[in-house]
T-cell receptor, first 112, second 117 residues
Framework: GESVGLHLPTLSVQEGDNSIINCAYS??????FIWYKQESGKGPQFIID?????DKRQGQRVTVLLNKTVKHLSLQIAATQPGDSAVYFC???????????FGTGTRLKVLA | NAGVTQTPKFRILKIGQSMTLQCTQD?????MYWYRQDPGMGLKLIYY???????DKGEVPNGYNVSRSTTEDFPLRLELAAPSQTSVYFC????????????????FGSGTQLSVL
């Protein structure tokens, strides 16, 4: 709902610029990572995922980078558009479990 | 395919009332999850299920109950609503792991915004 993300870190970017959203994950045993986009009043939508045996994966206008040494994940959005404005969450799945741990999220604001 | 469907979208409860949040999916997914999302926080796992007849607690199960009598449905029950349960609730599902690891991503419903006053 509208109240989600009131105190989230915010990244403001100009339309057309590239965006980089960062996430520190918590468990060194996690082996699968997902980025979700959440627009106001909606549920999280899948953007891109990556396994721990990779350090980079590309989709359409999005790239995920994984640094297992420092437990860091990033989402790069190329040529950011107004429709990219949303809250972005990373999620990690600990190997051998059915559970997913979600980060607190980052709000992306695209400036016209 | 409708995906994951949650009802109702909004609800206001008085302290001590009970209600059931409905969740159904038409993707034949084995795994289903209930999360709550508080303002400025990430998603917290309440309960999950790996198949019909099997449920397990997540991080924040107190005050909630679930059942999984069918593959499609995974209702969440609040017996004695408290103000601390004011939140947005999301149901999610995923298929079992296969050779294609992309099957492990969660599919979410659109959420139920619950206020307990």
């Amino acid at each position: 709902g509208e109240s989600v993300g009131l105190h989230l870190p915010t990244l403001s970017v100009q339309e057309g610029d590239n965006s980089i959203i960062n996430c520190a994950y918590s468990n060194s045993a996690s082996d699968y990572f997902i980025w979700y986009k959440q627009e106001s009043g909606k549920g999280p939508q899948f953007i891109i995922d990556i396994r721990s045996n990779m350090d980079k994966r590309q989709g359409q206008r999005v790239t995920v980078l994984l640094n297992k040494t420092v437990k860091h994940l990033s989402l790069q959005i190329a040529a950011t558009q107004p429709g990219d404005s949303a809250v972005y969450f990373c999620a990690e799945n600990v190997s051998g479990t059915y559970k997913y741990i979600f980060g607190t999220g980052t709000r992306l604001k695209v400036l016209a | 395919n409708a995906g994951v469907t949650q009802t109702p979208k909004f609800r206001i409860l008085k302290i001590g009332q009970s209600m059931t949040l409905q969740c159904t999916q038409d993707m034949n997914h084995n795994y289903m999850y209930w999360y709550r999302q508080d303002p400025g926080m990430g998603l917290k796992l309440i309960y999950y299920s790996v198949g019909a007849g099997i449920t397990d607690k997540g991080e924040v199960p107190n005050g909630y109950n679930v059942s999984r009598s069918t593959t499609e449905d995974f209702p969440l029950r609040l017996e004695l609503a408290a103000p601390s349960q004011t939140s947005v609730y999301f149901c999610a599902s995923r298929p079992p792991s296969g050779r294609n690891y992309r099957n492990e991503k969660l599919f979410f419903g659109s959420g139920t915004q619950l206020s307990v006053l």
